[in-house]
C-alpha cells in the first residue's frame, strides 16, 4: 500500500517501511503490555496502572521509528479525530509520498486494534476523519 501512494515512491524503501512498521507495532504491544479494548488500556494509564499506550504515545513511537529509517520517499504527520473530545479523540501517524498532502496518506495505527497495525488510506478510513496536527514531521 504505501508502494502506491505515487509512482516516484521507492518500492524498496516502501517495503521496508510496511515490514518494519507491523513489526514495531507488535514490539510496542509487549513493551506497553497492552491490554483489550485500547479504552481500558488508556483508563490503566490514566489511573497510574500503566506506564504508557495511549493512542498519541504510539504516534509519536511511530514517527520516531519511521523516521530513524531515513527515508527519502516519504513525508510523516500526526493526524487527529474528534480533536479536543476528552473520550474520542484519536491520534495516529500518516505517511505521505515526498511533497504530497496529508489527505493523500496511509494511516498507520497501532493503538486502535491493541498493537494490531491498521492501515488504510487517510480518506477511506470510515471510522475516523483524520485532520492534520500541525506540520510536517
Not at 78 to 99: F, P, Q, S
Not at 107 to 122: E, I, P, T
Request: proline fraction near 1%.
Amino acid at each position: 500500500m504505501l508502494g502506491s501512494l505515487e509512482k516516484n515512491v521507492n518500492k524498496n524503501e516502501a517495503k521496508l517501511l510496511a515490514r518494519k512498521s507491523i513489526f514495531f507495532s507488535s514490539s510496542l504491544k509487549k513493551e506497553y503490555e497492552l491490554v483489550k479494548p485500547p479504552l481500558y488500556h488508556n483508563f490503566l494509564v490514566n489511573i497510574g496502572v500503566k506506564k504508557r499506550g495511549l493512542c498519541w504515545q504510539f504516534a509519536y513511537d511511530m514517527l520516531k521509528m519511521a523516521k530513524s529509517l531515513n527515508l527519502k520517499s516519504f513525508d510523516y504527520y500526526i493526524g487527529g479525530a474528534n480533536i479536543n473530545d476528552y473520550w474520542k479523540e484519536h491520534n495516529t501517524l500518516v505517511v505521505t509520498c515526498g511533497g504530497c498532502k496529508f489527505e493523500d496518506g496511509i494511516v498507520l495505527d497501532a493503538w486502535r486494534n491493541s498493537g494490531d497495525l491498521y492501515f488504510n488510506y487517510v480518506t477511506k478510513d470510515k471510522k475516523y476523519n483524520w485532520k492534520q496536527r500541525g506540520k510536517k514531521r
